[in-house]
Every structure is written in structure tokens, then in C-alpha cells.
């Protein structure tokens, strides 16, 4: 069965460092998306993507957040400076189309020092 | 804006019961998508289960099923058979379908079941 693939499955960093969570989402979905899930919290909404360009993002998804897909199967989130609240799960998701079944990948367990 | 609500923040029953999570949401929406995730320890999510509005039949997967009341915008899953496999958080979760970017999320239900 197909998987959305993330990594690194841990990563952890100092305050102010930089860091960019990779995904590669299944090879014909055309939407894509990054969810964040603070320890013992729901899951939040953060960022949506489609045809290249953000399509929605959240009130969390800030000047410090940005997406890339740089190579057509990658699909990143950028952390330019990170703070101790971002420390969380980050969950990338994709879909082939939009209102259907999003197939999560394992998570980025984001630990901010 | 749309909300999910789990009034449940844990449930514990023993293995072989049947058991019922809770979730209400709220929207002016007519049209639009309910989810049921489970995110065992591995803290994956999971699609357990999915609800289209428009349709009026209860999904059903194995034994996993929903009663999806629109009018009273409850949706809650009953889980039959109850196993230790099905011990995990439960999340309940809306899209609509003309923005149809996101899902919302409620806040989780961790779910014990008991040999």
C-alpha cells in the first residue's frame, strides 16, 4: 500500500537553529499538507498545497513557517528560527483530491532545546 | 468557523465489549466530510472511518460503525468486538467540501481496552 514517508522521524534542535522537515507524499496525490500536534493536544491544521502554491494556511503558520516542493516528490516544511512552543509532532498528509482521504505519513517528532 | 467536540478525554472498557466514542461538531455548512482517526502509541493516524453528510446510511467498516445524526450534528463510532489493538486515541474530524482544505479536529478520546 502506498505511504506518505517523512523524515527525520526525531529531530532535535537548539532555540533560534533552522530546520526542515522532509515528506514525500504518495507519488499521484496532488494536495498536500502539514499538520502539527502538540504533546497531549489535538492536531492542528498548519499549511495546504496545491499546484505549487499555498492554497490555506492557519493563524499558527506564521513568517517563520515555509513549504517547498522543489523537486516534484519532496514536499518540506521550513522552520527559519525555531522557538521551545514548536516543539511537537509534525504530520505531512496528502490527497488526490481535495475533501478526500488524506494518508498521513508516521510524523516528525520536533524536539527545541 | 467550524468546531469538534469530544466530550470523552478517556474511556476504558474490557476486551469483547462494545463501546461508543462521542463527537459533536458545529457548522453552517450543508455539505461536508466527518472522519474517525485512531493514533495508536506509534502516533500515526489512521483512517478508521468516514462519513459523506449527504448520505443519509451509517458507515460502516468491519466493526466499526457510525451513527451520524445531521440534524443534531452528532457523529459518534461504536466499535463492536472491542480488541487490545483497538487501544488507542480516537480523533474526531470535519471537512467541508467547498473550502475543503483542512481537516478540523477534536480534541481525542484515548481509548483502553482491558484484557
Known amino acids: 500500500e502506498p505511504e506518505v514517508t517523512q523524515t527525520p522521524s526525531h529531530q532535535v534542535t537548539q532555540m533560534g537553529q533552522e530546520v526542515i522537515l522532509r515528506c514525500v507524499p504518495i507519488?499521484?496525490?496532488?494536495?498536500f499538507y502539514w499538520y502539527r500536534q502538540i504533546l497531549g493536544q489535538k492536531v492542528e491544521f498548519l499549511v495546504s498545497?496545491?499546484?505549487?502554491?499555498?492554497?490555506?494556511k492557519s493563524e499558527i503558520f506564521d513568517d517563520q513557517f515555509s513549504v517547498e516542493r522543489p523537486d516534484g516528490s519532496n514536499f518540506t516544511l521550513k522552520i527559519r528560527s525555531t522557538k521551545l512552543e514548536d516543539s511537537a509532532m509534525y504530520f505531512c498528509?496528502?490527497?488526490?483530491?481535495?475533501?478526500?482521504?488524506?494518508?498521513f505519513g508516521a510524523g516528525s517528532r520536533l524536539t527545541v532545546l | 468557523a467550524q468546531t469538534v467536540t469530544q466530550s470523552q478525554p478517556e474511556m476504558s472498557v474490557q476486551e469483547a465489549e462494545t463501546v461508543t466514542l462521542s463527537c459533536t461538531y458545529d457548522?453552517?455548512?450543508?455539505?461536508?466530510?466527518l472522519f474517525w482517526y485512531k493514533q495508536p502509541p506509534s502516533r500515526q493516524m489512521i483512517l478508521v472511518i468516514r462519513?459523506?453528510?449527504?448520505?443519509?446510511q451509517n458507515a460502516t467498516e468491519n466493526r466499526f460503525s457510525v451513527n451520524f445524526q445531521k440534524a443534531a450534528k452528532s457523529f459518534s463510532l461504536k466499535i463492536s468486538d472491542s480488541q487490545l489493538g483497538d487501544t488507542a486515541m480516537y480523533f474526531c474530524?470535519?471537512?467541508?467540501?467547498?473550502?475543503?482544505?483542512?481537516?478540523?479536529f477534536g480534541q481525542g478520546t484515548r481509548l483502553t481496552i482491558n484484557p
Open positions: 498528509a496528502s490527497s488526490i483530491e481535495t475533501a478526500n482521504v488524506l494518508t
Open positions: 507519488s499521484n496525490h496532488l494536495y
Open positions: 498545497f496545491y499546484n505549487n502554491e499555498i492554497s490555506e
Open positions: 457548522t453552517s455548512e450543508s455539505n461536508y466530510y
Open positions: 462519513q459523506e453528510a449527504y448520505k443519509q
Open positions: 474530524a470535519f471537512t467541508d467540501i467547498q473550502g475543503a482544505q483542512k481537516l478540523v
